[in-house]
């Protein structure tokens, strides 16, 4: 088990990180924007399954392996930035349709919302650096199980992460629905929505290096 001074260091850290807008922030935000509350939430669920797997692939060395390999982090990196641009035109696309989803459901099924948060949170290459090089450095040693160490850590960033997401997601819910008085505006909210995303994978693709130093 991770000590007491570990986890709450590891806790601090994690927190000070997260509170920070990031990628998974202006995901958040982006899809709540084009989709609505339901569909930023859903974005939220997806993302927290996807750092939950990231956790666990770090746990049992897969993590370090994708790390280490140049040709497969860039293949990562590089799909999910194309993934979100991939989603932000769709949205820009579709910015009409934003205004039938204030009064009704998201045309999206839950389940395909849900997905399309897990591929966006597992492609980033920022969660897999961060879980890769820095989340083991708390680990305790001769303290039990490494990799149970490394997922009880873990499991705490995720907490914070997606409290912090549904934060944000709220947020930006409740300027979508003030927004959504005019159908002029709520479509150039959705567009904006859209926008974000396809800035977000350019950032993505295109910043820091290739693979993080381990």
Partial sequence: MVSVENMVAFGIAAFVLIIIPGPSVLFTIGRTLALGRIGGLLSVLGNTLAALAIVLAVAFGIGALVASSVVLFTVIKFGGA????????????????????????????????????????????????????????????????????????????????????????????????????????????????????????GVLAFSGQRQPSL
């Avoid at 920022?126 to 040693?141: D, E, G, M, N």
């Avoid at 709220?170 to 904006?192: H, N, Y």
């Fill in 82 to 201: 194309a993934y979100l641009v991939y989603l932000g035109v769709q949205a820009i696309r579709h910015r009409n349709r934003a205004v039938e989803t204030t009064a009704a459901p998201v045309r999206l099924s839950g389940r395909r919302q849900v997905l399309q948060g897990f591929l966006v949170g597992v492609t980033n290459p920022k969660s897999i650096a961060f879980f890769v090089a820095v989340l083991p450095q708390f680990v305790t040693p001769g303290a039990g199980s490494v990799p149970l160490q490394i997922i009880e850590l873990g499991l705490i960033f995720v907490v914070l992460a997606a409290v912090c997401d549904t934060v944000w997601a709220l947020i930006a819910s409740a300027a979508r629905g003030w927004f959504g008085k005019s159908p002029k505006r709520m479509a150039a909210m959705s567009a904006t929505g859209g926008g974000f995303l396809v800035v977000l994978g």
